[in-house]
């Protein structure tokens, strides 16, 4: 009998234990969901009476420019659809100013490839400012069978579907990360540069150009001075793509034409 009375009385206290534990982590439970909606009920009150006080978007003033060029230069463009714009940044009029994350709307922009900076402010009580700097195109690059669109930097802006004629096209290994160099040496040759369809980036090397059709390998070095040559070649009447496959100048003070090298006498009456 003894034995069984110990026993009820050990079953009885395990179960005060238990019960002691329940009710306490109730209470504990209890003063933590009871803190954090006193906390809920604070804020949400702290953000009304800052939207009493007029602290809400009511406009976003976004201003894009075209990266790279000197501020009196810049294209600047006013976005027409406010709404629209808002709606894309996640943001509605009537949000309260200081929720609204500068961090997650430039997160939201950036995340357009043809985008290659922008600065996120708030204009106290109720504007949102943004600068965007868009990039600028300069080339269609070929990769594989996907024409996409570069900047100066090489980096990618968006895919097209075609060629557009405003752009030449520029194929090779790392072709779109060396295009600048070599586009920027040809803009110095107006004839060359008007009339420049594609460019060919050979072994990470040299350049091959299609001009008028023409088909011209340019060298290692000395690119001006064949670039030089070329523009008095192109202004011959016997020089063109009815008359001419490839134009060979890689070797300096050297002209190849279909194969055949032009000597200099015969350069000079070809170019006279």
Known sequence: MARRSKAKKKQSRSKKFVAIGLI???ICGGVYFTRDRIATIFWDSVDSTLKIAGFTVKSIDVQLVRDGLEPSDRTVLITHDASKLLKSLG????????????????????ADTSIRSAIVRKKLPNVIAITISLKIP??????????????????????????????????GDDANLSAKAILDTISQYEEIRKNLKSLAFIRKRRWNIEVSGLKVKLPEVGVEKALETLTILMRQPNINRKTVRYIDLRVPGSVIINGLKISKKTEKRAIV
């Open 138 to 171: 300069i080339a269609i690059f070929q990769q594989g069978s996907s024409l996409i669109l570069i900047d100066a930097q090489g980096s990618f802006i968006r895919d097209v579907t075609n060629n557009p004629p405003n752009y030449p096209l520029v194929v």
């Open 91 to 110: 943001i509605s009029k009537g949000d309260s100013i200081f929720k609204i994350s500068s961090q997650q709307i430039y997160e939201n922009i950036m």
């Open 24 to 26: 306490g982590i109730a």
